[in-house]
């Protein structure tokens, strides 16, 4: 999905802010993925209940990835396309609670994602994100 893809690259360089939503003022990891929805849709940012940076880890909830099954498309986590929501664990036996979106395909493959002490950033889809990858999902409608 090029049009996201393309937004959410104007995202990159906006500051990590817990929570925060906000091209260039801030955001996390789910503020950027919000953020970029709203911009694609022409809709009003979501509201979402506030949470912790360890949220559901001590119950071991996957409300992540809950939620997105919700709202997306599940689908094969080997077959990229750009635009695709990528949903991560970052430690075994911890809970998925990071995400980021697909920006290139095929062997230079890259998502963009918000991450703590670097922002929005487009990274390589190298092999240690790839080995943390539990999830895939398209969305439903195509803005």
């Not at 949470?51 to 809950?66: A, F, K």
């Not at 809970?95 to 920006?103: E, I, R, T």
């Not at 493959?109 to 918000?114: E, G, L, R, S, V």
Request: aromatic content about 8%.
């Amino acid at each position: 999905m090029t049009d996201i893809v393309a937004i959410a690259r104007t995202w990159i360089g906006t500051p990590y802010v817990h929570q925060g939503a906000r091209r260039g003022a801030g955001c996390d990891c789910l503020g950027l993925l919000r953020g970029v929805w709203a911009e694609a849709s022409a809709s009003p940012l979501q509201p979402v209940p506030p949470y912790t940076s360890d949220w559901s880890e001590p119950q071991g909830d996957e409300v992540l990835w809950q939620a997105l099954a919700h709202q997306l498309i599940a689908k094969p986590r080997d077959a990229p396309q750009q635009g695709d929501v990528l949903l991560f664990r970052m430690r075994q036996g911890g809970v998925a609670k990071h995400v980021g979106l697909q920006a290139n395909t095929g062997p230079h493959a890259t998502f963009i994602h918000a991450y703590q002490g670097h922002g929005v950033r487009e990274s390589t889809f190298s092999s240690p994100w790839k080995r943390r990858l539990v999830a895939r999902f398209s969305t439903p409608e195509r803005p």
